[in-house]
């Protein structure tokens, strides 16, 4: 598995992949009932309150570095259409709604 800077896919959120891309393996695989559910330690083990809210919002502040934030121009476009596809639907739903009223008043006048 190929990692990119900032990637969720640390020790620290679990993931059972080691640094090498294999998965972790203990002596005890296949022995017993319990087999790979031994108490984990060092960096594996459970982690504090504020160090997993720290965790938290470490992958969120690299999640949103991934991410691809739209220019000025293409914010205002956006905008535009949205605001143009809102007004349209509208004009549809009264025209439907006048529509409406008055073939009840005609129906039942």
């Known amino acids: 598995m190929t990692e990119t800077t900032g990637s969720t896919a640390t020790p620290e959120s679990g993931n059972p992949e080691g640094a090498d891309g294999a998965a972790e393996t203990t002596s005890t695989e296949g022995s017993g ?39 000025r121009g293409e914010l205002t476009s956006y905008t535009a259409v949205v605001v143009t596809f809102v007004v349209v639907v509208m004009a549809f739903v009264a025209g439907l709604d006048y529509g409406f009223s008055k073939l009840s008043l005609w129906v039942f006048g």
């Not at 504090?48 to 934030?69: N, P």
Request: net charge positive.
């Open 33 to 71: 009932k319990r087999g790979n559910r031994e108490k984990k330690s060092g960096k594996r083990a459970k982690k504090g309150l504020f160090a997993r809210i720290g965790l938290f919002y470490r992958q969120i502040i690299a999640e949103l570095r991934k991410v691809v934030w739209p220019t």
